[in-house]
């Protein structure tokens, strides 16, 4: 797993919202390549980390990249954080880090198939378990399809898209990411063709949301963390998109 890198986004903005006490207890909800984690770790004396992540190639690399330092890694979702911890005798915390969306390292790694500039399985589950986006484009009906690609890609060509898929499935299943990215490009009209970076990107972000349901995942999370927090806590998040900067920034407000 030496090959697992994400590059730590914001890492100085992260480090001086944190505010870190030494003796402090924190969480890093998305452990992933631990590079977040270990600059928490290392201003902590007598407190401790939680690194947390879904994805077991994660938790393996960070385990051993945290090694020495007063951290521990879970494998869990961070929606599930308020259960994992408190199995650990953890109720308050004084500070946690989201770093949402997928990692440099899971779109780099051909065979998860979250991209679509590379052949593989179309898989795109960050925990390896359940529903892979195959299922799903193979499976939902147009409307569902639609609603998907329009509410969490914000694509404006969803339901030529999802006409697509499934009139392309009624002669063989979608198993990769070449064939919905084949797929994507012949719903897009020529000239938006020519515009579009490339047109796939929206439809890939639509399902590895639904797949992962990240959106619901980040609302569990804002609700329960905020409520472990202690006073004077802070909370650090990374957003990537709109979808979650409105639910964050809404949330922060209230």
């Not at 890093?28 to 270990?38: F, I, K, L, Q, Y």
């Not at 399902?207 to 609700?223: C, P, Q």
Request: with cysteine.
């Amino acid at each position: 797993m030496s090959e697992f890198s994400h590059k730590s986004i914001m890492l100085e903005q992260c480090i001086d919202g944190l505010n870190i006490k030494p003796d402090g207890i924190y969480v890093d909800g998305t452990c992933g390549g631990a590079g977040h984690s270990r600059e928490i770790a290392k201003h902590l004396t007598d407190g401790i980390l939680y690194g947390l992540d879904q994805d077991p190639d994660a938790v393996a690399v960070a385990t051993e990249r945290l090694s020495g330092l007063p951290a521990k890694v879970i494998q869990t979702n961070f929606r599930d954080a308020k259960y994992a911890l408190k199995k650990e005798g953890v109720e308050k915390i004084d500070g946690v880090l989201l770093d949402l969306g997928v990692s440099s390292y899971q779109l780099d790694t051909a065979e998860r198939g979250f991209s679509y500039n590379a052949e593989a399985y179309l898989d795109m589950r960050m925990s390896k378990e359940g529903p892979s986006a195959a299922d799903l484009v193979n499976t939902l009906s147009l409307q569902e399809i639609t609603d998907i690609l329009r509410e969490y890609g914000e694509e404006k060509f969803a339901y030529g898209i999802a006409k697509k898929i499934v009139a392309y499935r009624e002669t063989q299943p979608i198993t990769t990411t070449t064939q919905l990215s084949e797929i994507v490009n012949s719903a897009y009209p020529a000239a938006e063709r020519r515009k579009s970076k490339n047109p796939s990107r929206k439809t890939f972000q639509a399902l590895r949301i639904a797949v992962n349901d990240e959106l619901g995942a980040l609302k569990d999370a804002l609700e329960d963390m905020f409520e472990m927090l202690n006073p004077g806590g802070r909370m650090c998040i990374i957003t990537f998109h709109s979808l979650e900067d409105r639910m964050v920034k809404q949330y922060f407000k209230d």
